[in-house]
Each structure stands twice: as structure tokens, then as C-alpha cells.
């Protein structure tokens, strides 16, 4: 029987395989490009950002999402790809605080942005609490929209924390405050098809109600 | 996704006169749409300039005891500004009905504006459409059609502005501010920004190529109850398939505009008129001229029983 380990490295080297495969079909229209008038380097940048603390800089396809900057070019593969369009949010990640969708923001548009991904919240062993939370209410079954899950509901807390309103709440000129109903309504963004959305709830009001 | 060139613009005159001098090119702020329709080679720039750096990104009070919104200020940022949640309620509530915190984080005043339609023919290249492909021919007309558009349509497109923000911003008798690719400043009531279809809906407003929105400006507050009503599929995170924005006064009198029924946020005089007379008069107003398909003909009855819900709402 294989052991998990070996298992996890040879599916790793197959999708590694793939991208590289999907990789040189995408570069031919770009070489067709530089055949008219754009040389190659025009159809690249330089970019250097902060990810999870950590200075660096890349030379890339100026096509490049933040999301495929993170996951094929850092090898930080916690944030995930869903839909690449935006409509699920397993790819959300923080730029300077603040949540986004990776997928939908070109890597070269960071130049000197703080960006935190999964990977920078918490560590096996050095759980962040809402990483905490999550394993404590099973706030997941498959996994593969959690790390997205985690990223915006850290980034939902500082947002109510900041008075920021949303769609359910009642008067605009009050504070806003963490609900099951708020909580709902802010993690719209983030779809989980195996839907362990009650258990994402608590998990949140439980960090939220903890952190006086 | 089409390979293209990329620049930081330094100043707006620069943004523009590039913008000019570039056959094929996009500003791009949020990119929340942009990027997604580049990914389905709907958007095919072959160079982007990025206006991130531009600042724009403020809100301020006019001479006039309005509001200046800068034409990058964030979705999210304009929605939790405390005098626009205090004087501008229904720009709030518009804004915050739309898309995802996630979205609205990323989202600008400017872009939100020059977002394309989500009709799923003008997404899916494998169909015609006039849109995206003029001359091509319009799928939706005979197809399905229960999200589009009901009022103001063609023969050519039956698609709808997706903007929640523009319907609020239609209500509120709002100015979008331009530098030209001269580098002349303009101004164009939202009202005349966005065009209907007619026989050319690949052309969606009145902005010349290059032409760059630097903000908005609000007149002084109307006081009044400001509500933002909008129908959809799904409690949040979805497309209105109408929506009903109005500002009424304590004696009933008021404006209204209404989202997911044209091809630009859709305000009639005569309705605004007929609002102290109540919903059946007042939607008769907005959508006489409607031209329904047989798929979206419901879209007159839930648009009244909105704004009959609306009218409750202010009076309650």
C-alpha cells in the first residue's frame, strides 16, 4: 500500500506536470504577439510584494492572477482555485488587510502590497484561532473551500470591528455587530458545495464571541 | 486570456492621452469584471493601464453641500462612509445589495459604472450576440430571456446594466466627471451617461475611447427615507432580477429608479409624478413602454409589488 506521503508527492508531480503542459500551449499566442511588434519582455513585468511577510519578487507573464503567482510561481498552494472567475471565493486572500478574490487581481498589480494567504494565519501545531474554531465545530467536510472560508472570515471580524455595514443591517448609523444573521450575509462570497455552512457559522460567532 | 502590454499611469492626462493613442486598451482599477471577461476573450486589450496609482480614492463635500466621490474610492468604502450612510442611505443600501465583500473590496466607483452586462448570451461565445459580436444577431430575444431586460429594449439587444450602485446613483440625480483624451474636463448627468442598445448595444455610454471618469458628485442631501428593495434568486451574492431604489418624503412625494429591467438604470419622470398615487400608477409610468418577452413579462408585476412594498416601507 502506498504510504500517504508518497501518495501526496505523486499527485503533486502530475498537477505540477499538467501546469507545465498548459503552460507552454498558453505561451503560443504569446509568441505570435512578439512575432508583430511587442517583443516578449513587453508582455512581462517585475513585481515585488510582501507574502506572508516574506519579500518576494517575481518576473512574470503580465496575465498572471495573484492567485496563479501564489500557487505556480510561490508554490503556496493553501489558497485554492475554485472557479477562477469570482464566484466562489475558495481563492480569498488579504492585500493590505482586507479580503479579496486572488483570481481576480493580475499579481503585477501588487507592486509593494502586504499579502496573507492561509499559509500566514496559522501553522500545524500554531493553529490561528479561527483555524482553531473551525476544526472544533467541523466547520468543513471536503476541505477544499476552507482555506478560502478562514481567510474571509478573519477579514469578516476586522469588518465588523471597523463598522463596516452590510446588506441585513437594520440601521446604517448604528455599529455593526456579529450575528449569525451579519456573519451569513458577509461570507455570501464564499460557496462550500458540501455545505457545512451551520458549522461555518458557529465557528465564526464562536471566535467572535471569544475575542472581548 | 490574450497577451498585452502594461503601464502605470502617472497622472490622468497621461491615463488618457494613452489611452488615445492606443488602438485596444483598457483602464483597469478593480478589474473585477475586466479580468473576467479578458479571461473569456470577451475583453481582448492588448494593453492595460493600471489608474491604481491615480489617488481618486477620496470623498469630500462640495461648495454646493454635496458629495465629490472620488472614481476609485472602493465599493465597500463608499458604502461604510458615515455621511453617506447618513445622508446618501439608498447609495449605502445599493451599493451593499451588490456582489460580495470580497468584490466590493476591490471594486471602484468608476469601474462599478462600466461594468458589462451579465445577459449569459453576451458570456457565452459560442452564441451570437450584438454586443459582443455586432451584426451577430441577439440569442436572448428568442432564448432565455427571464433575466433581461423588459423596457427601453431593441431588436438588437434585450440585455440590462447589472449596476445596483447606478440605480441609487440614477435616484440621486448624480454627475459622472471626465477628463478627456485632450485632457478637457466634462461633465455628463448620469441620466445621459448610459446609452439604450438601439442598433448599437456594443456601445454602452457616452464616453469617447480614452476618456477617463475621475468621480461623482451628489447634489446636497434630499433628506426623505431612502430604500433599497432588491428581488433575486438568492438571498445575497446574486444579480437583481429587478430592483426597486427611492427616496420618499414624508407626504409621499418622492423619485424612484428601477435595476434588472434596461440597458441603463431606468427613471421616468412621469413615475416620479405618480408616486403619491401609489405603486399600480407609478410603475404604469415607469414601464409604459415596456416590451416583455414571454419569460420576463413578470417582471412588470414584481416590479409594482416592490415599490408597493417600498411606498410601506417609507410610510411605516
Known amino acids: 500500500m502506498l504510504n500517504p506521503t508518497q501518495l501526496e508527492i505523486s499527485r503533486r508531480n502530475l498537477l505540477i506536470t499538467s501546469a507545465a503542459a498548459a503552460a507552454a500551449t498558453s505561451a503560443l499566442p504569446l509568441s505570435a504577439a512578439a512575432q508583430t511588434s511587442q517583443t516578449e519582455t513587453e508582455l512581462t513585468s517585475t513585481v515585488a510584494f510582501a507574502v506572508n511577510g516574506e519579500r518576494r519578487e517575481l518576473n512574470i507573464d503580465n496575465r498572471t492572477t495573484l492567485l496563479d503567482a501564489l500557487r505556480e510561481h510561490l508554490h503556496l498552494t493553501g489558497t485554492k482555485k475554485g472557479c477562477d472567475h469570482g464566484q466562489c471565493g475558495a481563492c480569498t486572500v488579504m492585500v493590505g488587510g482586507r479580503r479579496v478574490n486572488a483570481c481576480l487581481t493580475l499579481a503585477i498589480m501588487h507592486e509593494g502590497d502586504e499579502i496573507t494567504t492561509i499559509e500566514g494565519l496559522g501553522q500545524p501545531g500554531n493553529l490561528h484561532p479561527m483555524q482553531a474554531a473551525f476544526v472544533k465545530h467541523d466547520g468543513f467536510q471536503c476541505g477544499y473551500c476552507t482555506p478560502g472560508q478562514i481567510c474571509s472570515s478573519v477579514a469578516v471580524l476586522e469588518e465588523i470591528k471597523a463598522n463596516i455595514p452590510s446588506h441585513v443591517t437594520t440601521d446604517l448609523t448604528a455599529p455593526a455587530s456579529a450575528s449569525a444573521e451579519e456573519i451569513r450575509e458577509r461570507m455570501s462570497g464564499n460557496i462550500c458545495r458540501c455545505g457545512a455552512y451551520s458549522n461555518i457559522v458557529d465557528a465564526i460567532t464562536d471566535v467572535a464571541g471569544t475575542r472581548a | ?316
Open chain 2, 1 to 316: 486570456m490574450r497577451a498585452f502590454t502594461y503601464e502605470r499611469a502617472s497622472t490622468i492626462e497621461a491615463a488618457a492621452a494613452s489611452a488615445a493613442s492606443h488602438p485596444s486598451t483598457r483602464f483597469i482599477a478593480g478589474g473585477t469584471n475586466l479580468l473576467d471577461l479578458m479571461k473569456l476573450e470577451i475583453e481582448v486589450p492588448t494593453h492595460l493601464i493600471d489608474v491604481n496609482g491615480l489617488g481618486l480614492d477620496t470623498i469630500e463635500k462640495t461648495p454646493e453641500g454635496g458629495l465629490r466621490i472620488g472614481a476609485l474610492v472602493r465599493n465597500t468604502d463608499l458604502a461604510a462612509d458615515k455621511t453617506v450612510r447618513r445622508d446618501y442611505g439608498l447609495l449605502s443600501r445599493a451599493l451593499l445589495a451588490g456582489a460580495s465583500g470580497q468584490l466590493r473590496n476591490k471594486a471602484t466607483t468608476a469601474g462599478n459604472l462600466l461594468q458589462r452586462t451579465r445577459c449569459p448570451y453576451f458570456y457565452d461565445t459560442n452564441q451570437p450576440c450584438n454586443k459582443r459580436q455586432p451584426g451577430s444577431g441577439c440569442s436572448a430575444i428568442e432564448g432565455f430571456s427571464r433575466q433581461l431586460g423588459i423596457v427601453g429594449v431593441s431588436d438588437s439587444c434585450i440585455a440590462t446594466h447589472p449596476s445596483d450602485m447606478a440605480i441609487a446613483l440614477r435616484a440621486l440625480d448624480a454627475v459622472v466627471e471626465t477628463v478627456k483624451p485632450d485632457g478637457r474636463r466634462h461633465a455628463v448627468p448620469i441620466a445621459e451617461f448610459h446609452r439604450l442598445p438601439g442598433n448599437t448595444p456594443h456601445i454602452e455610454t457616452v464616453l469617447e475611447q480614452g476618456e477617463f471618469i475621475t468621480g461623482v458628485v451628489l447634489p446636497a442631501p434630499l433628506g426623505g427615507r431612502h430604500i433599497y428593495r432588491k428581488v433575486r434568486d438568492r438571498a445575497s451574492y446574486a444579480f437583481a432580477l429587478i430592483s426597486v431604489g427611492a427616496v420618499i418624503q414624508p407626504d409621499g412625494t418622492g423619485r424612484v429608479a428601477a435595476g434588472g429591467v434596461a440597458h441603463r438604470p431606468w427613471r421616468v419622470e412621469a413615475a416620479d409624478v405618480a408616486l403619491p398615487q401609489g405603486a399600480r400608477p407609478a410603475t404604469a409610468a415607469l414601464l409604459a413602454d415596456a416590451r416583455p418577452t414571454e419569460h420576463n413579462r413578470f417582471k412588470i408585476d414584481l416590479v409594482e409589488r416592490t415599490l408597493g412594498a417600498v411606498i410601506a416601507e417609507a410610510k411605516g
